[in-house]
């Protein structure tokens, strides 16, 4: 059975940082790409970062600069590191394994394996 969960969300003022976290169990880890995802309040769910099996990165432009995404294959553990954060940056924040990076900003399909989320809130 595939477990994702995501933690490390909760309030933190704008200008400051998180750090998410994403373990998943029941899954081989390093043969899927991950990516981060949010949804916030009334508005569709969007991409937010991805990293392919090897290693390779995508952001969108609203957050390159800002966000950092890594994997610990030997830990089975995802990770995105939030600096810079606006409010605009409140959202549920989702981590999904999939097949591949290639559509992680339109089609979310590739992705199989979800999360139930962890809340970030940020204050102005």
């Known amino acids: 059975q595939v477990q994702v969960v995501e933690s490390g969300g909760g309030l933190v003022q704008a200008g400051g940082s998180l750090r998410l976290s994403c373990t998943a169990s029941?899954?081989?880890?390093?043969?899927?790409?991950m990516g981060w995802f949010r949804q916030a309040a009334g508005k569709e769910r969007e991409g937010v970062s991805c990293?392919?099996?090897?290693?390779?990165?995508y952001y969108p432009s609203f957050v390159k600069g800002r966000f950092t995404i890594s994997r610990d294959n030997a830990k089975n553990t995802l990770y995105l590191q939030m600096n810079s954060l606006k409010a605009e940056d409140t959202a549920m924040y989702y981590c999904?394994?999939?097949?591949?990076?290639?559509?992680?900003?339109?089609?979310?399909?590739?992705?199989?394996?979800w999360g139930q989320g962890t809340q970030v809130t940020v204050s102005s």
């Open positions: 029941g899954l081989t880890f390093d043969d899927y790409a």
């Open positions: 990293i392919s099996r090897d290693g390779v990165k």
């Open positions: 999904a394994a999939g097949r591949s990076c290639a559509y992680y900003r339109s089609d979310y399909s590739d992705f199989g394996y």
